[in-house]
């Protein structure tokens, strides 16, 4: 199954409960390894440790000693017997983040532990069990890597029993006064001094902006607004460039017209005030004028 938007964190509650495999997907910086460790606090393995591990970041000749572990004199280096993230991780929770960046090789590995619920560590016989939940992450489309080879499809199942994506964070303005308080709480506790207040300047410009960078950027920004607060307050000048003098966003209507409908308004008005001539509107939109005759006909028909 599947979850996003309004329900992703009612089904994350649900699924904490279970040991199912769990893949999260979303842009980069929108919380999915918070929602990870959410899962793990929500599920019978709380007392157990949260391991998360970014594949992005391992040399591909590390992969399978850090997940699985080597004995002493297994390579050059291994001075000695060294448990791998699986058994460390054992009766917990298991984090492959950006797992699209495992190797093919290291793909087959992987489906054989899930499979089996033992590793094996580099240079050794034994299999070891491990009682392990993993959830996967990633802000690619492994579907897409499936269908080019790039990732076992076998594997991908494997992983997808219950697929979370976490909306980017426009897509969730509701959210973002909140998280600006709750960032804004926690950063000057940690900091020691008193939680500062927005000024409504502020307040409006953090509401207002898009925020790429997702939740991450949200928590660096406010970060950096409550190191320059003076006398307690944060105001416009203390948001980054890039906060303070972005643009607002578009206000969106209510009910959102197809984008066939827009389309056929803005070329027809074009064509309008060119006075009907179709190669002039053709080269003000920047279209061929063939694309914008067959265009035009399609329109005289749907009347």
């Not at 009612?10 to 980069?28: K, Q, Y």
């Not at 390894?33 to 929500?42: S, T, Y």
């Not at 984090?95 to 793909?107: I, K, N, T, W, Y």
Request: proline share 7%; glycine share 6%.
């Amino acid at each position: 199954m599947a979850a996003r938007c309004s329900d992703w964190v009612a089904v994350a509650e649900r699924v904490a409960r279970v040991d199912s495999t769990i893949l999260i997907t979303g842009e980069s910086g929108v919380g999915k390894e918070r929602l990870a460790r959410f899962i793990h606090r929500r599920s019978p393995r709380a007392p157990g440790p949260f391991i998360p591990v970014n594949c992005g970041a391992l040399p591909e000749t590390l992969f399978e000693s850090e997940l699985f572990g080597h004995a002493r004199g297994a390579f050059s280096g291994a001075l000695q017997d060294r448990p791998g993230l699986f058994e460390a991780a054992d009766k917990g929770t298991l984090l492959l983040d950006e797992v699209g960046e495992l190797p093919l090789g290291m793909q087959v590995k992987l489906l054989r532990v899930l499979h089996d619920r033992e590793v094996r560590r580099v240079g050794e016989n034994r299999q070891r069990k491990v009682h392990v939940r993993l959830i996967a992450a990633t802000n690619r489309s492994l579907a897409e890597d499936v269908a080019d080879r790039r990732f076992r499809r076998d594997l991908y199942y494997r992983l997808k029993v219950v697929k979370l994506y976490v909306p980017p964070l426009r897509e969730r303005p509701e959210e973002l006064r909140g998280l600006a308080e709750t960032f804004l709480e926690r950063i000057a506790l940690e900091m020691g001094r008193p939680v500062p207040r927005y000024t409504p300047a502020a307040l409006d410009r953090i509401l207002q902006y898009a925020w790429p960078g997702n939740v991450r950027e949200l928590e660096n920004a406010v970060e950096r607004a409550c190191v320059l607060a003076t006398d307690n307050v944060i105001d416009v000048g203390d948001l980054p460039d890039e906060v303070r003098l972005a643009r607002p966003l578009p206000s969106m209507p209510q009910r959102l017209r197809p984008l066939r409908d827009v389309e056929r308004d803005y070329i027809l008005a074009a064509l309008e005030q060119n006075g009907g001539n179709k190669t002039q509107t053709a080269q003000q939109l920047r279209v061929a004028p063939a694309t914008l005759f067959r265009k035009l006909k399609r329109y005289a028909a749907d009347r």
